[in-house]
């Protein structure tokens, strides 16, 4: 497993250009099942979750291609296996956004139940419920949910007892091949379920609503072969805004969106950083000790839990205290005690996390814990004093592409050690 070792205290400055979405790819992929013909992907990072995604669909009998401009063309014109193996799914649960596709394509799907995440229990007990009030059949049995609709699935109003993106994802994806209205109240609003009903649109879906909490989607018998673009990944565009702030710099973001970061970005200037953002751009910059800002995480269009250690992180050094409180998932705290260790001073009670801003953290070894946990020590690695070595890095590695190498372009001193690198070897005689 590797490493990333940083030495901090380098206000990081310049500019780089963000990625397209995980969170928005994941879905666009698995829509390619829908459609009997070959569908082009553009902008899709290059990752380990994405990778696992194309591996499903390609073991659902579709032909997965890249081309040298590193477009993707799936073609699921020959699927015919419409299951999800364990071996899969477990290492990750987005791959449960294939059973609404499957389902709606052939009457039946296979899919193994997501187990227990890092970050929260995160059911989806939502998207089986959605599915059953369009007519499915669902048995959960030896680990895996067996979906039935032989005689096609049913427009229905679904209304969803929590915002759950994939929910709204995996349910819209079925309703598009379904037979007449689905209605899909609480819906959630994220641009990611955004960029999939437009592009299911282009490809001659009938969905409105998406960005509203009810979306509406009017079945059709096929959708046709197209093209579809990941949104930039507000994410990953953010945390390297992040990076400006915690450091006392100054980073251009390109290629971004503003307008899907408005929480993020009023926070940021609450905590005293002067934003600018043009029309595909948005500019940190920080030149004072950061303000405590209090903040509580939302669904879209409030301030994301996928941020919310990277924030927090930044709040480490800030001038006073804050608090931080964490509405979505039960377990998304990893990242406190490895803070900690770095020398922040943070009190947990429950959902909320009481964070006294230092003069400044101390680099050290930590370990990633899970994605976004991960970005957060890379973050007050890049501030603090010394050296800070970050194990675990494959959870990294699932939702940022190039991270040390788009850091380095920064300023940053960042390198990876590989596995190979980094072996701790003692006198141990061979066992011969
Ligand atoms: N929930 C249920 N039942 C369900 C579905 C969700 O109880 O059937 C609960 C979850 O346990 C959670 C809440 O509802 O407490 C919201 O979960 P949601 O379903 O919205 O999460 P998700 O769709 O599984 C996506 C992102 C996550 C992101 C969340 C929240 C993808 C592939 N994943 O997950 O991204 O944190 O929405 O915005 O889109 C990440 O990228 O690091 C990541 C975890």
Request: glycine share 8%; charged share 20%.
């Amino acid at each position: 497993m590797d490493n990333i070792i940083i030495r901090g205290g380098t206000p990081l400055s310049g500019s780089v250009e963000a990625s397209g979405a995980k969170n928005a790819a994941l879905p666009l992929l698995a829509a390619s099942i829908l459609v009997e013909g070959p569908v082009v992907y553009h902008r899709i990072p290059h990752l380990k979750d994405i990778t696992t995604m194309m591996t499903l669909i390609s073991y659902q009998g579709a032909e997965v291609a890249f081309d040298d401009r590193s477009c993707i063309h799936i073609d699921a014109t020959s699927a015919d296996k419409p299951e999800a193996p364990y071996e899969l799914v477990k290492t990750m649960r987005a791959s449960a956004l294939v059973l609404g596709p499957l389902l709606a394509r052939f009457g039946t799907a296979k899919v193994s139940l997501p187990g227990g995440c890092a970050i929260g229990a995160r059911p989806i007990d939502m998207h089986l419920k959605g599915l059953e009030a369009m007519g499915a059949t669902i048995n959960v049995e030896h680990g895996y949910v067996e979906a039935n609709a032989p005689k096609g699935l049913k427009g229905a109003t679904i209304v969803f007892d929590q915002v759950t993106v994939t929910g709204t994802e995996n349910l819209m994806m079925a309703a598009v091949l379904a037979d007449g209205e689905t209605v899909l109240e609480n819906a959630a609003r994220e641009p990611e379920v955004v960029n999939l009903a437009a592009s299911l649109r282009d490809l001659g879906a009938v969905i409105e609503g998406d960005g509203s909490n009810r979306i509406v989607i009017r079945g059709v018998s096929s959708i046709n072969s197209g093209a579809m673009t990941a949104i930039p990944d507000r994410i990953e565009v953010a945390t390297y805004l992040a990076a400006a702030m915690i450091t006392g710099g100054d980073i251009t973001v390109t290629q971004s969106d503003a307008k899907a970061l408005k929480a993020f970005l009023a926070r940021a200037a609450d905590a005293g950083v002067t934003v600018e953002t043009g029309k595909d751009w948005i500019r940190c910059k920080a030149d004072q000790r950061l303000k405590p800002v209090n903040i509580h995480t939302q669904p879209h269009p409030g301030f994301p839990t996928d941020l919310q250690a990277q924030f927090m992180a930044m709040m480490c050094i800030a001038d006073g205290a804050c608090t931080i409180s964490e509405t979505i998932f039960e377990n998304r705290f990893m990242h406190v005690q490895e803070l900690v260790r770095m020398g922040a001073d943070i009190q947990l009670d429950g959902h909320t996390a009481i964070v006294k801003g230092v003069a400044k953290l101390s680099g050290a070894p930590v370990m990633a814990t899970d994605l976004r946990a991960s970005a957060s020590l890379v973050l007050a690695g890049l501030a603090a004093e010394g050296e800070t070595k970050i194990s675990r890095v494959y959870h990294i590695d699932r939702g940022y592409e190039r991270i040390e190498e788009k850091l380095m372009k920064l300023g940053a001193n960042i390198k990876r050690q590989s596995a190979s690198e980094h072996q701790i070897t003692g006198n141990i005689p061979l066992y011969a």
